[in-house]
């Protein structure tokens, strides 16, 4: 399944009357330029797809709620903002729009990979920790099959630690404390059209973040549409 981590709808003002935009690419011969549809770039396939023995249907479970819940409600508001201006959104139409630039930011294919590399050794490293401050039940359920709760997930739940990384995806999109941070920085709209030297233009990392994150002072963040 393809997994676009950059939807395609946010591709719509780079589009000609035929539908392609114009992808420029480093190969060993140069900078080369072709022209392409949305559908055919910025995606890896089963880039969120969860492995191993996993519930009928769950599969694509993050790919299908990243589309419904994130793209799907924030291409209204960017259309809104494309045509009204960002001064025009409501508080609430800003809060989706905060929460796409979150999601664009994590689904990037780096992201996802450091995830993947990083969040299943460290729930390993901790499951001990876990069980000595585990909840009643858990712990009369490890008690009465006497085993621990590495043992218990190693032998009977092993999809939990494999896709340990994509389970943390919509947690870190949905952040509550950096979303409220990043909702109370100074947003600007700059409108270029007619002004700029050279035509305005994306990439394949949509959302340029400068700075040491939202807490910095002197952050900038830079989202061209």
């Known amino acids: 399944m393809r997994n676009h981590y950059i939807p395609e709808f946010y591709f719509g003002p780079w589009l000609d009357d035929g539908g392609h935009l114009l992808q420029f690419s480093r190969q060993p011969s140069g900078i080369v330029a072709d022209k392409k549809t949305p559908g055919q770039i910025c995606y890896i396939r089963d880039l969120h797809t969860f492995t191993?023995?996993?519930?009928p249907g769950s599969?694509?479970?993050i790919e299908e709620w990243l589309t419904s819940e994130i793209d799907t409600r924030t291409a209204p508001?960017?259309?809104k903002v494309l045509t009204e201006g960002l001064g025009h959104i409501s508080p609430e139409e800003g809060s989706g729009l905060i929460r796409?630039?979150?999601a664009l930011i994590v689904r990037r294919p780096e992201s996802i990979r450091t995830l993947r590399e990083k969040t299943a050794p460290l729930l390993l490293n901790n499951l001990d920790a876990i069980e000595q401050a585990a909840w009643p039940e858990l712990h009369a359920s490890l008690k009465a099959s006497g085993k621990s709760l590495?043992?218990?997930i190693e032998n009977d739940h092993p999809q939990l630690i494999e896709n340990a990384g994509q389970l943390m995806v919509g947690q870190l999109i949905a952040h509550a404390k950096t979303g409220e941070k990043l909702f109370r920085l100074e947003w600007i709209g700059v409108d270029l059209a007619g002004t700029a030297v050279v035509p305005l233009v994306t990439s394949d990392k949509a959302v340029v973040a400068l700075g040491d994150g939202p807490d910095d002072p002197e952050a900038i963040?830079?989202?061209p549409l």
């Open 59 to 61: 599969r694509h479970h």
């Open 52 to 55: 191993g023995a996993v519930p």
């Open 100 to 102: 796409f630039i979150q």
């Open 150 to 152: 590495r043992e218990a």
């Open 77 to 79: 508001v960017i259309r």
């Open 221 to 223: 963040i830079i989202f």
